[in-house]
Each structure stands twice: as C-alpha cells, then as structure tokens.
C-alpha cells in the first residue's frame, strides 16, 4: 500500500499542477519561540484505512481543520497548563464557550442556576434562546450560599459560578457554593466563568469544596479575548475540564454545532500567553492604586474590587486569591445624573469608551444596576466601570480628576 504524504511531480505536469503538487515537507529541524501557524480545512490520510481508523476526539491525530491543527492542540494543551485541567477545546469567542457549555448539558425541562452578577450575555442566552427551548433558570444572590439553596431544584442540570461578578465585582464564597450543589443537587454540574481569575487569582478546579473531598468545579470557561490575547484583537474562548467523559460530552456538541477557530488567532492567543502573568499583575497593581485613589474623592459612594476591604465578597476574596485582575467599578454618587456621569466618561481621555478589558488600552463604560440584575440590589447611582491597561498609572489618576472637575462641585 503506497503512502501519498508528500506529492510528487510527475514529468508532463502543468505549471499549474507543479506549484500544488510540489514536493514540500514540512521542516522537521526548524525550532523557534513561535509555534507556527497551521492552517487546513483538509488534512490528508496517507490510505483509505487510516481515514477510516484515525479518531479525531482525543488529539491523537488530526482528522479535519475544524477539529484541530498543531496550532490549536499546542494552543489548547498550554490553557490547560493555565486552568489546572486535563482537556481543553476552542471556541470563537468567549461567548460562544459559554453557551457551548449550555447546549452540551441541558435539554428542554432541565433548569440552570445563574448568580445574580453573571456576565450579561449568559443571562441573555437564558432568557432568550434557552427559554424557548424549555429550559428554565433559576437566578441566586452570589453572596447568599442559601439564595443558591433555595434556587436547585431536582431539574437543575448545571450551576454557573463567577468571581468576581460581573461589573459589581461580588467574590462569592466559592466553597460554600460548590458545597451546597454537591449536597442538595448531586445530578447538577458546576461551571466557572474563570475570566477574571484566569488560571493567575485562583485554581477553580483545586478549590476543594469545604469536605476535603471531590472536585471543586467541574467546567471552567475562559474569555480568552481577555487576558490571554492582551492585544484587544482577537476573540476567542475556551472550554476546560478535567473529567475525560464529560470532556467527550462537550467535545461531540462542539463537534456538531461545527465551532471552530482560525489559526492567525490561536497563534495571536499562543503569543500572548508568556506575557500574561506579567500584564495581570501590572494591572492589579494599578488597579489597586487607582481604587485607594477613589476611596479618597467624595464623587463616589462605592468603590468596587475585592481586593478593597469593604467591597462586598471582600472576605472571601482574601480566602481564595492573592491577585486581582485590573478591573474596578466607581458607583457615583445618586445625586449626579445620567447626564452629568455621561459627561464625565466623555472628558476622559486615555480612558477609552468601550467593552472587553485586559488589553493596553484603559477603558470606561457606564452601567445601571438596576436595570441588571433581577434580584434586588443596593447600588443606586450609575456605576462605571474602569479596566485598567497598561498606560502609566500617574497619567491615568490625573485623568480621571481632571475629567471628574466637569461635575458641579
Ligand atoms: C468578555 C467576557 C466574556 C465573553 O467573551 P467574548 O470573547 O467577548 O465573547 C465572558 N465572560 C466574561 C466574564 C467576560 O468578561
């Protein structure tokens, strides 16, 4: 049986048939930093019977380009270097692991519980897309290990976690959470949005759960667009676990719905990575600085990171995590209006107006709590959110009181 792994020219070939079939391997002596950038939809079978043999779940080869190249096998085994895990898969964009997550575990009649700060979009999906499916959710305070209580049922199917929430920035007691769903809803899994720990704060998977025994979360879901790129130009997500059966589940949902990522991507994600511990302490650090530099100014009446002693979930942070990641949030005092805080946001200006964070660039964007969350809240005023990048931190607080002199005194 012949094998055709490289083409060979044949004498009477055109000139277009020679530049295709031209005899090229790939150089099996060359090393340097970047892990190269494989690019395929095809990949070829040197024989019938390997095509027919070759399995493409477990990494052992490569099937087709949407289930994987070298550049996305080296790209999926150093996250989970990063997330603690054993398995790892890619999706195009963090959103899209989140909801990945969702459409490999439940199915109409099963229910998903959610912490009130959840990223916006997950509750979206839930209130949308999985309602219409027959999926229900269920919505628990993140600081209340009994609101969580309260919201399994014996149809919860899958728990999301977060820390620090979205926006208000809550650390939830993650042991006690775990606890709880593994006490009173056994049948249900437990996911992590890691973005914000991102394998640098916290172990999701090393938590424990308060019994010394079992496993802490079984999923973490990581934006990598976030800390991982650090460039602001790539979008991406992935999937972590470390239970290879459930890492199947999810690989043949993932499989089906024909999620992919670009190669030019994972390499952008590839480079990131080394620099990545380096970038989020930075902007901890600045992040900080900058919250004690809020606590001292009277324009604000909360100043959020849980890092900051005070800020809700602060106990809990200070339980799991040395780091933070460069994000806070500024309630400003109720008495300004919507309009007085818009023109605040609009007198910044190395604060950029925008979404995403963990990129070189700081940026601002304003939030109404109330019209967030479904459970009540404390916040009054409009909040703004800051994600610190990696200007000087000096330049970026005289920024912000230059910009804050806008408001009436
Ligand atoms: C940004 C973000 C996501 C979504 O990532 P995208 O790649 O922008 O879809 C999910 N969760 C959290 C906490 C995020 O900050």
Redesign the pocket.
């Known amino acids: 049986m012949a094998d055709h792994d490289v083409s060979e020219p044949a004498e009477g070939d055109a000139l277009a048939t020679r530049l295709i079939h031209h005899a090229y391997r790939a150089p099996a002596d060359w090393d340097a930093i970047p892990p190269g950038v494989f690019k395929a939809s095809t990949v070829f079978f040197p024989n019938v019977q390997a095509l027919r043999e070759r399995r493409w779940i477990d990494k052992s080869a490569y099937t087709y380009g949407l289930k994987g190249t070298p550049t996305t096998y080296t790209l999926e085994a150093r996250l989970a270097e990063l997330e603690g895990a054993e398995h790892v898969m890619l999706l195009?964009?963090?959103?899209?692991?989140?909801t990945l997550v969702d459409l490999a575990l439940l199915k109409a009649g099963d229910e998903v519980a959610l912490p009130d700060n959840v990223?916006g979009?997950?509750l979206a999906l839930a209130q949308h897309e999985l309602r219409g499916w027959g999926i229900g959710h269920q919505m628990y305070d993140p600081l209340d290990v009994a609101s969580l209580a309260q919201a399994l049922t014996p149809a919860t199917k899958l728990v999301w976690l977060?820390a620090a929430g979205?926006v208000t920035m809550e650390f939830p007691d993650l042991r006690g959470l775990v606890r709880c769903v593994r006490e009173r809803a056994p049948q249900a899994l437990i996911a992590i949005?890691?973005?914000?720990g991102a394998g640098l704060a916290f172990k999701p998977f090393d938590l424990g759960n308060g019994t010394g025994e079992g496993q802490a979360v079984d999923i973490a879901?990581?934006?990598?667009?976030?800390f991982p790129s650090g460039g602001g130009d790539v979008?991406?997500?992935s999937v972590a676990c470390r239970d290879r059966a459930l890492h199947e589940r999810l690989c043949w949902t993932h499989s089906r719905l024909g999620f992919g990522v670009g190669a030019d991507d994972a390499a952008a994600i590839l480079r990131g990575l080394p620099t990545m511990e380096l970038r989020y302490r930075t902007q901890d650090q600045a992040a900080r600085r900058i919250a004690a530099w809020a606590l001292t100014r009277g324009e604000f009446s909360r100043v959020l990171h849980p890092a900051l002693p005070g800020s809700p979930g602060h106990e809990h942070w200070a339980a799991h995590c040395e780091l933070a990641a460069g994000l806070l949030t500024l309630e400003m005092q109720p008495r300004y209006g919507s309009a007085q805080v818009d023109a605040f946001i609009d007198a910044l200006r190395l604060f950029r107006i925008g979404?995403?964070?963990a990129g070189p660039v700081s940026l601002v964007a304003p939030y109404e709590a109330r019209r967030m969350r479904q459970l009540p809240t404390p916040y009054q005023g409009t909040l703004v959110r800051l994600c610190i990048g990696l200007e000087d931190v000096g330049d970026l607080i005289r920024d912000l009181e230059r910009a804050l002199a806008v408001l009436p005194a």
């Open positions: 195009p964009s963090g959103l899209a692991a989140i990223y979009p997950n977060e979205s949005d890691h973005t914000w879901v990581h934006a990598l667009t976030k979008l991406m997500g979404w995403s964070w």
